[in-house]
C-alpha cells in the first residue's frame, strides 16, 4: 500500500512541475511578445518622428530659401530704386542750378529796377548802376569756385536722400547769391546792420554745413567779400536815397514855411497899412477941429494929438517891417529850445523860423512829434537869421546828437554854453536858462503818487 502512494506522489508532483513550467514558458512568451510588439510600435513612431522631422526640414529649407530669394529682391530693387534716385537728383540739381541763376539774374533785375535818385551830391544813379553791374558779374564768376578743398565724393547713400559733396557745394555759392540779392531787396536805410549781420550770419551757417559734408571744405574769402561788399554798396545807395529824400522834405518844408511868413507878412502889412490909414485919418480931423478952436481948447486937446501921432508912427513902423519881411527871405529869429521829458536835460534844439510870431513854429513842433511842449531858452531876431543859425550848428558841431543826419538840429550843450557864444559873436538877447517843464515835473508827480498809492 506504501508504493503506490510514493508513485502517486510522484505523479501529482511531475504534474505540478509540469504545469508550473507550462505557465512560466508561457508567461515567458507574453512577454517576448508584449516585448515585440512595444519594439515594433517604438520604431514605427521613430520612422514617423523621422519622417515628420525631415518634412519639416524640407518646409524650413523652402521658408529660408523664400525669404533669402525676397530679400535679394529688395536689395536689388533697393539698388534700383537708389540708381533711379542718383539718375533723378542728378536731373533735379541741373535743373535746380539753372532755377538758381534765373533767379539770381531775376532777383538783380529788379534790383536794378528800383528807382534811383537824381542827386549827384550823393550816390549818382549811374555810379550805382556800374557798381552794382561789376560786383555781380565778378560774383557769378567766383560763385563757380565759391567751396575749396572740395573731394567730391558721395557721402551719404540713404534711400532719397543721396546728395554728393560736390554738389552741396556747388549750391552753396548760388544760394549765397541768391540770399544777398533778396537781403538788397528788402534793406533800407534804417536796417542795414541788421542785413549785414544777416548775411554773415548766412556765410558761417554754410560754412559750417559744409564742414560737416567734408571736414577740408571751406568758402573762397573773394567769394565772401564780394558778397558783402555787394550789400553794402546797396545799403550806402538806400542811405543816399533816404538822405535825398530828407533834403527834399527839407526843402519842402522851406519853401511852406517862407510862403507861410511871406502870407503872414503880408497880411500884417495889410492890417498895419489899414490902422495906418485909421490913425492918419484920426489925426487929419482932430487937427481941423483944433484949428476951429480956442488956443485954449487946443492945449487940451494936444496930449491926444501926440498919442495919435505916435500911434501912427508905430503902425508906418510895423507896416515897413512887414514889407521888408515878405520881400527879404533872410529875416527871421533863430531859437534855442529844449525838451526835458522829450530828449532828457542837456539837449537843446537850435533852429530857425522866419514867422512874424516865432512862438507859433514853438508851437507846431510840440503839438504832435513829442509828448511834452518845448521850453524857450532864447528866441534871437536877426536880419541874417539862416547865417546865424548856420554859424550855430557849425562851432557845435561836434555836439551833435546824430552825427550821421546833419539836418537834426539837436545838440548836447548847456544854455549857458549858448549864451557864451552869442556874446563872442556880439549878438545881445534874452536867455532863460532855467527850463520850466512844467508837463514834465507835473507828470512825474502823478506818477510817483500812483505808485504810492
Same mark, same amino acid.
Given at each position: 500500500?506504501?508504493?503506490?502512494?510514493f508513485?502517486?506522489?510522484?505523479?501529482l508532483?511531475?504534474?505540478?512541475?509540469?504545469?508550473g513550467?507550462?505557465f512560466?514558458?508561457?508567461r515567458?512568451a507574453?512577454i517576448?511578445?508584449?516585448?515585440?510588439?512595444?519594439a515594433?510600435?517604438?520604431?514605427?513612431?521613430?520612422?514617423?518622428?523621422?519622417e515628420?522631422?525631415?518634412?519639416?526640414?524640407?518646409?524650413?529649407?523652402?521658408?529660408?530659401?523664400d525669404?533669402? *530669394?525676397?530679400?535679394?529682391?529688395?536689395?536689388?530693387s533697393r539698388v534700383?530704386?537708389?540708381?533711379?534716385?542718383?539718375s533723378d537728383? +542728378?536731373?533735379?540739381l541741373?535743373?535746380?542750378?539753372?532755377?538758381?541763376?534765373?533767379m539770381?539774374?531775376?532777383?538783380?533785375?529788379?534790383?536794378?529796377s528800383?528807382e534811383? /535818385?537824381?542827386?549827384?551830391?550823393? &550816390?549818382?544813379?549811374?555810379?550805382?548802376?556800374?557798381?552794382?553791374?561789376?560786383?555781380?558779374?565778378r &560774383?557769378k564768376?567766383a560763385?563757380q569756385?565759391?567751396?575749396?578743398?572740395v573731394r567730391?565724393?558721395?557721402?551719404d547713400?540713404?534711400?532719397?536722400?543721396y546728395? $554728393?559733396v560736390?554738389?552741396?557745394?556747388? #549750391?552753396a555759392?548760388?544760394?549765397?547769391?541768391?540770399?544777398?540779392? #533778396?537781403?538788397c531787396?528788402?534793406? *533800407?536805410?534804417?536796417n542795414?546792420h541788421?542785413?549785414?549781420d544777416?548775411?554773415?550770419?548766412?556765410?558761417?551757417a554754410? $560754412?559750417?554745413l559744409?564742414?560737416a559734408?567734408?571736414?577740408?571744405?571751406e568758402?573762397?574769402?573773394?567769394?565772401?567779400?564780394?558778397?558783402?561788399?555787394?550789400?553794402?554798396i546797396?545799403i550806402?545807395?538806400?542811405?543816399?536815397? +533816404?538822405?535825398a529824400?530828407?533834403?527834399?522834405?527839407?526843402?519842402?518844408e522851406?519853401?511852406?514855411?517862407?510862403?507861410?511868413?511871406?502870407?503872414?507878412?503880408?497880411?500884417?502889412?495889410?492890417?498895419?497899412e /489899414?490902422?495906418e490909414?485909421?490913425?492918419?485919418?484920426?489925426?487929419a480931423?482932430?487937427? +481941423?477941429?483944433l484949428?476951429?478952436?480956442?488956443?485954449e481948447?487946443?492945449?487940451?486937446h494936444?496930449?491926444?494929438?501926440?498919442?495919435?501921432? +505916435?500911434?501912427?508912427?508905430?503902425?508906418h513902423?510895423r507896416?515897413e517891417?512887414?514889407?521888408?519881411?515878405?520881400q527879404? *527871405?533872410?529875416q527871421?529869429?533863430?531859437?534855442?529850445?529844449?525838451n526835458?521829458?522829450s530828449f532828457?536835460?542837456?539837449?537843446?534844439k537850435?533852429g #530857425?523860423t522866419?514867422?512874424?510870431?516865432?512862438?507859433?513854429?514853438?508851437?507846431?513842433? $510840440?503839438?504832435? !512829434?513829442?509828448p511834452?511842449?518845448f521850453?524857450?531858452?532864447?528866441?534871437?531876431?536877426?536880419?541874417?537869421?539862416? !547865417?546865424?543859425?548856420?554859424?550855430?550848428?557849425?562851432?557845435l558841431?561836434d555836439?551833435?546828437v546824430?552825427?550821421?543826419? &546833419?539836418?537834426?538840429?539837436?545838440?548836447r550843450?548847456?544854455?549857458?554854453e549858448?549864451?557864451q557864444?552869442?556874446?563872442?559873436?556880439?549878438?545881445?538877447?534874452?536867455?532863460n536858462s532855467?527850463p520850466?517843464?512844467?508837463?514834465?515835473?507835473?507828470?512825474l508827480?502823478i506818477?510817483k503818487?500812483?505808485?504810492?498809492?
Amino acid at each position: 500500500m506504501e508504493l503506490p502512494k510514493f508513485f502517486l506522489f510522484s505523479i501529482l508532483l511531475f504534474a505540478g512541475a509540469s504545469a508550473g513550467l507550462y505557465f512560466l514558458y508561457k508567461r515567458r512568451a507574453d512577454i517576448l511578445e508584449e516585448a515585440t510588439r512595444k519594439a515594433e510600435a517604438i520604431t514605427g513612431n521613430a520612422d514617423k518622428s523621422r519622417e515628420e522631422i525631415v518634412a519639416a526640414a524640407k518646409a524650413r529649407h523652402t521658408e529660408l530659401v523664400d525669404e533669402a *530669394t525676397q530679400k535679394v529682391e529688395a536689395i536689388e530693387s533697393r539698388v534700383e530704386r537708389l540708381k533711379n534716385a542718383e539718375s533723378d537728383l +542728378q536731373s533735379r540739381l541741373k535743373e535746380v542750378r539753372a532755377r538758381l541763376e534765373t533767379m539770381t539774374d531775376i532777383a538783380g533785375e529788379q534790383a536794378a529796377s528800383i528807382e534811383l /535818385i537824381r542827386d549827384s551830391d550823393l &550816390l549818382s544813379s549811374q555810379e550805382y548802376q556800374k557798381d552794382r553791374k561789376q560786383i555781380r558779374t565778378r &560774383l557769378k564768376k567766383a560763385a563757380q569756385d565759391a567751396v575749396k578743398n572740395v573731394r567730391g565724393y558721395k557721402a551719404d547713400v540713404n534711400i532719397g536722400q543721396y546728395v $554728393g559733396v560736390s554738389a552741396k557745394s556747388d #549750391m552753396a555759392g548760388a544760394l549765397l547769391m541768391i540770399t544777398t540779392e #533778396m537781403l538788397c531787396a528788402k534793406t *533800407t536805410a534804417n536796417n542795414g546792420h541788421a542785413s549785414l549781420d544777416k548775411l554773415h550770419d548766412s556765410i558761417r551757417a554754410t $560754412g559750417a554745413l559744409l564742414k560737416a559734408v567734408d571736414a577740408r571744405a571751406e568758402l573762397d574769402r573773394e567769394f565772401t567779400e564780394l558778397l558783402d561788399k555787394r550789400l553794402k554798396i546797396e545799403i550806402d545807395y538806400q542811405r543816399a536815397r +533816404q538822405l535825398a529824400r530828407e533834403k527834399q522834405k527839407e526843402i519842402r518844408e522851406q519853401e511852406r514855411e517862407e510862403r507861410r511868413a511871406r502870407k503872414e507878412a503880408e497880411q500884417a502889412q495889410k492890417q498895419a497899412e /489899414i490902422e495906418e490909414e485909421i490913425k492918419r485919418n484920426a489925426i487929419a480931423e482932430l487937427e +481941423q477941429r483944433l484949428a476951429l478952436e480956442s488956443e485954449e481948447e487946443r492945449a487940451k486937446h494936444r496930449e491926444e494929438l501926440e498919442r495919435l501921432q +505916435q500911434e501912427l508912427a508905430e503902425a508906418h513902423e510895423r507896416s515897413e517891417r512887414a514889407r521888408s519881411r515878405a520881400q527879404d *527871405t533872410r529875416q527871421g529869429h533863430v531859437y534855442v529850445i529844449s525838451n526835458i521829458g522829450s530828449f532828457g536835460e542837456g539837449v537843446l534844439k537850435i533852429g #530857425m523860423t522866419r514867422r512874424l510870431d516865432p512862438l507859433d513854429r514853438v508851437k507846431e513842433l $510840440g503839438d504832435a !512829434s513829442v509828448p511834452f511842449s518845448f521850453d524857450i531858452h532864447a528866441l534871437i531876431e536877426s536880419d541874417d537869421a539862416p !547865417s546865424l543859425e548856420s554859424d550855430l550848428h557849425r562851432v557845435l558841431n561836434d555836439r551833435r546828437v546824430n552825427k550821421v543826419n &546833419l539836418r537834426k538840429e539837436y545838440f548836447r550843450v548847456s544854455i549857458e554854453e549858448i549864451e557864451q557864444r552869442l556874446a563872442d559873436s556880439g549878438i545881445e538877447a534874452l536867455v532863460n536858462s532855467v527850463p520850466s517843464a512844467d508837463e514834465y515835473y507835473e507828470t512825474l508827480k502823478i506818477e510817483k503818487s500812483l505808485i504810492e498809492n
